[in-house]
Nanobody, 125 residues
Framework: QVQLVETGGGSVQAGGSLRLSCSAS????????MGWYRQTPGIERELVAT???????RYGDSLQGRFTISRDHPKSTVYLQMNNLKPDDTAVYYC???????????????????WGQGTQVTVSP
């Protein structure tokens, strides 16, 4: 089975930085897109950033410039560097993997999408 394990959340003052990491466990073949979404209570989950296997990157509105996404493909890991954090960035951040190919122990190939459990980021004024 595949798990997305996130690390790096926490609390920081406005203007500070955090770096999130997310690694996919299991026998991973490939991952088409890997990235981050965030959610606050009462608000729909929104895109933070994603990176395709081609290297193409997408960012949520007004986040590019402060946030930078990167991937380590051999390690099936995605990172999110967040700089100049603002109180509005406070949310639970979820790792997402789209069209992830993995192999069961019997050799069966599985293609599916996966979400991490979420990591809290809190930015105080």
């Amino acid at each position: 089975q595949v798990q997305l394990v996130e690390t790096g959340g926490g609390s920081v003052q406005a203007g500070g930085s955090l770096r999130l990491s997310c690694s996919a466990s299991g026998i991973i073949g490939s991952i088409a897109d890997m990235g981050w979404y965030r959610q606050t209570p009462g608000i729909e989950r929104e895109l933070v950033a994603t990176e395709a296997s081609s290297g193409s990157r997408r960012y949520g509105d007004s986040l590019q410039g402060r946030f930078t996404i990167s991937r380590d493909h051999p390690k099936s890991t995605v990172y999110l560097q967040m700089n100049n954090l603002k109180p509005d960035d406070t949310a639970v951040y979820y790792c997402y993997a789209h069209n992830l190919v993995h192999y069961r122990v019997d050799g069966t190939m599985v293609l599916d999408d996966y979400w991490g459990q979420g990591t809290q980021v809190t930015v105080s004024p």
